[in-house]
């Protein structure tokens, strides 16, 4: 108990839980002191919308409609670093050890260094919000209406959408080393459906498709 507003997004590792809400606050939680709360982290203009944690670090991020996204240290409470770039709300962050990916409604995804902060890279080529992405050390997938894309997370550089017969929005999508999973959304007979579909990462994509990618960015460019 603590927050004045809806709590929108829970990180947690071990005994330790962050949570983000509309009081435009995070809050840190110690299991193991009974559930209290340990800081509460002021700094943020508006509702937060997204956490993400790392315990080994100490550190947590939190995305905001503000348009920023807060580092802070979760041992003194203090705010380390503001990060700033997007032009709207910032939904999504997913932390990795090598990244920090953050997507926003200005239909943009930036790849940020989590220890120092800097901007590595933006993703420009959706026309949407980002409704939900993954990355990994060497790929982004991220989704929004009508478009399911793929980059390469250490240029910055699309590579090419993988699919492009979508009609409606990108609910989720999950992927490994094999697989991608993603939940999407088609019109059919005036009807909005919702298909689970598999596309299949464990070959690498043959000449002409490469080709293909090579010219998009070009044409990019």
């Not at 949570?19 to 937060?48: E, F, M, P, Q």
């Not at 959706?126 to 991220?142: E, P, Y």
């Not at 997370?153 to 999950?174: A, C, E, Y």
């Not at 059919?188 to 490469?210: G, K, Y």
Request: proline share 1%; charged share 20%; aromatic share 8%.
């Amino acid at each position: 108990m603590g927050h004045t507003q809806s709590v929108r997004s829970v990180s947690g590792y071990g005994n330790i839980i962050v949570s983000g809400s509309y009081d435009t606050t995070v809050r840190v939680w110690d299991l193991l002191d009974n559930g209290n709360c340990k800081h509460v982290l002021a700094g943020h203009g508006d509702r937060i919308y997204s956490t993400a944690l790392n315990f080994n670090t100490k550190r947590c991020y939190s995305g905001s409609m503000d348009s920023s996204i807060n580092v802070w240290d979760i041992e003194s409470g203090k705010l380390l670093h503001t990060l700033e770039g997007h032009s709207s709300l910032v939904g999504l962050l997913e932390l990795s050890g090598e990244y920090l990916v953050s997507a926003a409604a200005d239909s943009t995804l930036r790849v940020w260094n989590p220890k120092s902060g800097d901007n590595i890279c933006k993703l420009e080529g959706h026309s949407g919000a980002i409704t939900c992405f993954q990355h990994d050390s060497l790929k982004i997938v991220s989704g929004s209406e009508r478009m399911l894309k793929l980059w390469d997370i250490n240029s910055g550089k699309f590579v090419r959408d993988l699919l492009v017969d979508i009609t409606g929005g990108i609910w989720q999508l999950r992927f490994d080393y094999n697989r991608c999973v993603a939940a999407v959304q088609r019109s059919r007979n005036d009807t909005d459906e919702t298909f689970i579909e598999i596309l299949d990462f464990s070959s690498p994509p043959s000449r002409a498709v490469t080709e293909i990618a090579d010219n998009t960015n070009n044409d990019i460019a």
